[in-house]
């Protein structure tokens, strides 16, 4: 199930707790939980409903900007039921915690294991310690570019990360990726020495749900996680090329919930 950036965001603040699709037949059931780029969201329920049952209070429990938007939206495929969708936010990403959890030695040799599992079931062949090298070596580059170096299609070396992001071996950022802790480990492990790299940026990474445009916008002007964001106003941010309306609203709503704001003017 697709959810917008904006409307994730929405839901981990609590103002959005429905959705409406067209779907021939249910994606979801009640219980279904979903990892995305603000945390688990999980379906609270789920009914099949008629378009012309719907009212204003559904449109706005849904982030639509009004009834009839609500209605327009789901104008299209109308020969498909339509369904009504209760979410909730239900806490960050569990693989927030493995990620920073650095095995020991029998938890890499059983990591290892896996590794030489996904490699042998693999079409591609041995791709595991291949496309953790080539992370760590280029962290934050587009997965375009990371794919084009080993020869592969975009999509089939992004399934493949996720394998390990599910492994808790790397982290997902708006633009590119990044070795784990844990993923760090494990690399390390299979080297005669630990690889020398740049230090971690400490602090609060910046949200996902900005885009990848104003990401590498403010990476350009050095601001790099949501702690350095109440140094600018937003009047400052929003006349960086790349940095829209949307991007200046989730900064702040991110802002919000550590309890700080941009400067004022």
Known sequence: MMIRPAELAAIKAGTIDLAFRRWAKPRVVVGTRMRTAVGVVEVTSLEQVSVTSLRAED?????????????????????????????????????????????????????????????????????????????????????????????????????DVRKLKELGLTESLAIGYLLSPRGEAVVDASLPEPRQRAARTSGTPLPRTIGAPATRALREVGVTTLEQVPAWTAADLAAIHGVGPIAIARLAEAMAEQGQGYREE
Do not use: C, H, M
């Not at 806490?91 to 029998?106: I, N, T, W």
């Not at 059983?110 to 953790?132: K, Q, V």
């Open 59 to 159: 449109a706005r429990r849904a982030g639509a900007p009004s009834l009839a938007a609500l209605k327009e939206a789901l104008s299209a495929r109308s020969t498909d039921p339509a369904w009504r969708i209760g979410l909730a936010y239900a806490g960050p990403d569990p693989r927030e915690a493995l990620r920073q959890s650095v095995p020991d030695a029998d938890e890499i040799a059983a990591i290892n294991a896996r590794l030489d599992r996904l490699d042998a079931s693999s079409a591609y062949g041995a791709w595991t310690r291949e496309t953790l090298d080539l992370i760590d070596l280029n962290p934050t580059v587009r997965a375009p570019d990371l794919a084009a170096q080993v020869g592969r299609e975009t999509p089939d070396f992004k399934k």
